[in-house]
């Protein structure tokens, strides 16, 4: 790990790795006949990518990322503080002292929504081809009308009948969106560690690898970069 990548590494070493564990996590319930409840793994491995390719790509990411984990910290232990302890305004006023801030002392802002028109994910995928795998993977992470469509099918001479288990349809578009996940957050973990090999394997896959190619100069981390 260089030196220069040891802050970057800290803030996305865990968010990368969520993308190596969903991805396979998917691969064992692909093969015990669970693919349809994998792809549950799917819509958080396009989240956790997609996070990690803004926060590193975009300049000033890693500390608004960061943020926004100390943020979620914060909420959570002042929903669960215990005013009787007095510990916990120490344990609350450490994490506040978490924030990173500007050089004039001022709290850096933290990440934009996710999902939606003015989202991180609108603004990095360019293609549509992750916005839409992730429209389609909501609903199976959500309650919808798919949880009905799922479990009921027609048969042939009309009859309503219930079914085991849920069509497995388009399981090689889901593959091959849990691959690209893959090849981006391995990418990125291949620029922090210095490697090389990493870095070729990642980019050659004819799979999307980095997201920031496409935008204004001003929002790049590296604008001088186009591969």
Not at 56 to 76: E, F, H, N, S, W
Not at 169 to 180: C, G, N, Q, R, S
Request: charged content about 25%; hydrophobic content about 40%; proline content about 4%.
């Amino acid at each position: 790990m260089h030196d220069e990548n040891a802050w970057d590494f800290r803030v996305l070493g865990g968010v990368l790795e969520r993308v190596r564990r969903a991805a396979y996590a998917y691969l064992v319930l692909d093969r015990r006949g669970f693919a349809v409840e994998g792809r549950f793994m799917v819509r958080s491995a396009i989240e956790h990518a997609v996070t990690a390719q803004w926060a590193y790509l975009t300049p000033d990411g890693i500390d608004r990322l960061q943020v926004k984990m100390v943020r979620a910290r914060l909420d959570y232990a002042k929903q669960n503080r215990d005013h009787a302890d007095r510990e916990w305004a120490r344990v609350i006023a450490n994490i506040e002292a978490q924030f990173p801030t500007t050089k004039n002392g001022t709290r850096k802002p933290g990440t934009p929504k996710f999902s939606g028109k003015e989202g991180m994910l609108a603004l990095m995928d360019t293609t549509g081809y992750l916005q839409r795998a992730y429209s389609v993977l909501s609903r199976v992470g959500h309650v919808s009308d798919q949880a009905v469509t799922d479990y009921f099918v027609t048969e042939p001479d009309g009859t309503i009948a219930v079914t085991s288990a849920p069509s497995e349809d388009f399981d090689l578009e889901v593959f091959h969106t849990i691959a690209t996940c893959c090849a981006l957050a391995a990418w990125i973990r291949a620029r922090l560690e210095g490697d090389e090999q990493g870095i070729e394997l990642a980019s050659s896959q004819r799979l999307l690898y980095r997201l920031d190619t496409h935008l204004d100069p001003a929002l790049r981390r590296f604008p001088d970069e186009e591969n």
